[in-house]
């Protein structure tokens, strides 16, 4: 089976940080790019960063570049998000996707070339 699977979120004052976690299974992470997006209530869906040639190619949105770093783990399969200084605009679901190619995008503009998506995990940055 192809599935992502989110986890790490939480509740976090800000300033705080979190590590988020995507999980791959049916596929290897080499191959494809992963994207973390998030989606506050009533808004749409923003890219927040992507990583694909096996961790060789980042891409982040300026809202959270300096601050957040997505990382792999190739024995674990696993895409990372590192979140530091965490503002309330953080705040929102966070999903993990997966966009095939050759060769992926890694854009963190649109979904659309995001063909696998996992469940999300909550983060509430709050005082």
């Known amino acids: 089976q192809l599935q992502l699977v989110e986890s790490g979120g939480g509740l976090v004052q800000p300033g705080g940080s979190l590590r988020l976690s995507c999980a791959a299974s049916?596929?290897?992470?080499?191959?494809?790019?992963i994207g973390w997006f998030r989606q506050a209530p009533g808004k749409e869906h923003e890219g927040v960063a992507c990583?694909?040639?096996?961790?060789?190619?980042?891409n982040y949105a300026d809202s959270v570049k300096g601050r957040f770093i997505i990382s792999r783990d190739r024995a674990k399969n696993t895409v990372y998000l590192r979140m530091n200084n965490l503002k309330p605009e953080d705040t929102g679901t966070y999903f993990c996707?997966?966009?095939?190619?050759?060769?992926?995008?890694?854009?963190?503009?649109?979904?659309?070339?995001?063909?696998?998506w996992g469940q999300g995990t909550q983060v509430t940055v709050s005082s």
């Open positions: 049916g596929f290897a992470l080499d191959y494809y790019a």
């Open positions: 996707a997966a966009e095939g190619g050759p060769p992926p995008s890694c854009t963190v503009r649109v979904r659309t070339p995001y063909e696998t």
């Open positions: 990583i694909v040639s096996g961790g060789r190619f980042t």
